[in-house]
């Protein structure tokens, strides 16, 4: 996955954070919600759906549980850092720890996946590293191994769940029973 989503200027997207591990979740988080805990600018309604895509907000604006694990300040770096790796996982093909010299590559990413122009990658690479700089990678786990792991435990699912109602040839073929 990489998100397309991105922040018109992301000055205020660390205070927004901080307001989120600082005070209670809402039922749901709105417009009228970021405007209460005090950003009114139209700049940061953009958070929103950057939230959704970072699984911090269920499709609805209702916090999910990552949200509310976000909350705890001894793991919301990590937190994050699991989200990004989620959202922006085509970055992390281009290296592991992104750092200021990969700038040009993960524009070069938002271009030619989303099909945008160079400024319009630029505000999603600037939205990156924005989060990149307040997230830990270092105990974030990679989505290619989790992934490998949730697919070779649903096939270890499947094939006993098949193997206790297929009877199998001596050829190797199968029967439903």
């Not at 499709?59 to 300040?73: K, V």
């Not at 010299?101 to 990658?121: E, M, Q, Y």
């Not at 490998?148 to 001596?170: D, I, N, P, S």
């Amino acid at each position: 996955m990489l998100t397309k989503r991105y922040l018109p200027s992301s000055k205020n997207l660390a205070a927004i954070l901080r307001k989120i591990v600082e005070g209670t979740a809402p039922p749901k988080f709105t417009i009228a919600h970021l405007r209460s805990i005090g950003f009114k600018s139209s700049n940061d309604q953009a958070v929103i759906p950057l939230l959704k895509d970072l699984g911090f907000l269920a499709p609805d604006g209702a916090p999910t549980n990552r949200y509310h694990n976000y909350r705890d300040p001894s793991r919301s770096k990590r937190i994050l850092g699991d989200a990004l790796r989620e959202a922006y996982e085509e970055i992390f093909h281009i290296n592991e720890n992104p750092t200021e010299k990969d700038r040009k590559a993960i524009t070069g990413k938002f271009k030619s996946v989303h099909n945008v122009s160079h400024s319009l990658a630029q505000f999603m690479t600037t939205t990156f590293y924005a989060l990149l700089k307040l997230a830990d990678l270092s105990t974030a786990k990679a989505p290619s191994v989790e992934k490998k792991k949730e697919k070779e435990k649903e096939k270890q699912r499947l094939r006993k769940q098949t193997g206790e109602k297929m009877g199998v040839f001596r050829n190797g073929g199968a029967l439903a029973v």
